[in-house]
T-cell receptor
Framework: GAGVSQSPSNKVTEKGKDVELRCDPI?????LYWYRQSLGQGLEFLIY????????KSGLPSDRFSAERTGGSVSTLTIQRTQQEDSAVYLC????????????????FGSGTQLSVL | AQKVTQAQTEISVVEKEDVTLDCVYE???????LFWYKQPPSGELVFLIR??????QNEISGRYSWNFQKSTSSFNFTITASQVVDSAVYFC???????????????FGAGTRLAVHP
């Protein structure tokens, strides 16, 4: 697509429910990132994918959070047993970078999913 | 520890005024990248500039200019003759090249909300 697409744009859920957030990166972009933007913590790195593998998951806040990427394209971020502190905007970004290049490249961000846990 | 500080939480100016957004960073690495992103009300972060730690040359792009000074660990952003369309939240970010593969594990500042009034 023309840009990074995220769905849903808004999600309201009850505490304890599971949620799935989807990211469609720009076609051909091999790198994909999830970031979280919250009032208390600002913008935080969650996870990085290169292709379908995630060499850096260090930003996932707890084991309730997981993410996968299939076909080197779409990624899903899953939050199990949601808590109120999970309320935030979840941002996805993608970039075209080749394995081994050390360029700290420009990221293209989606508009995010606003998650509200009641 | 790595840290990015944007001390100005909010700035309000009148159209055509010049405005400077401050960014101070901390890192132990000798090789790193600095970024500025703009977040308009629509939510997606828009890349403005990337600067590596070995290039201290100031950059100008239209009404935007950046002043990178390693001696003071600062990477300030100036908008000349501001316009209403410049109203947004602006984020400064740091990425450290020592991380495996040089991918963009961005450390963001808290952001500066700029309001430009007609």
């Amino acid at each position: 697509g023309a840009g990074v697409s995220q769905s849903p744009s808004n999600k309201v859920t009850e505490k304890g429910k599971d949620v799935e957030l989807r990211c469609d990166p720009i076609s051909g972009h091999t790198a994909l990132y999830w970031y979280r933007q919250s009032l208390g913590q600002g913008l935080e790195f969650l996870i990085y994918f290169q292709g379908n593998s995630a060499p850096d998951k260090s930003g996932l806040p707890s084991d309730r959070f997981s993410a996968e990427r299939t076909g080197g394209s779409v990624s899903t971020l899953t939050i199990q047993r949601t808590q109120q502190e999970d309320s935030a905007v979840y941002l996805c970004a993608s970039s075209q970078r080749d394995r081994g290049r050390r360029t700290n490249e420009k990221l293209f961000f989606g508009s995010g999913t606003q998650l509200s846990v009641l | 520890a790595q840290k990015v500080t944007q001390a100005q939480t909010e700035i309000s100016v009148v159209e055509k005024e010049d405005v400077t957004l401050d960014c101070v960073y901390e890192t132990r690495d000798t090789t790193y990248y600095l970024f500025w992103y703009k977040q308009p009300p629509s939510g997606e972060l828009v890349f403005l500039i990337r600067r590596n730690s070995f290039d201290e040359q100031n950059e100008i792009s239209g009404r935007y200019s950046w002043n990178f000074q390693k001696s003071t660990s600062s990477f300030n952003f100036t908008i000349t003759a501001s316009q209403v369309v410049d109203s947004a939240v602006y984020f400064c970010a740091l990425s450290e090249a020592r991380l495996s593969g040089g991918y963009n594990k961005l450390i963001f500042g808290a952001g500066t909300r700029l309001a430009v009034h007609p």
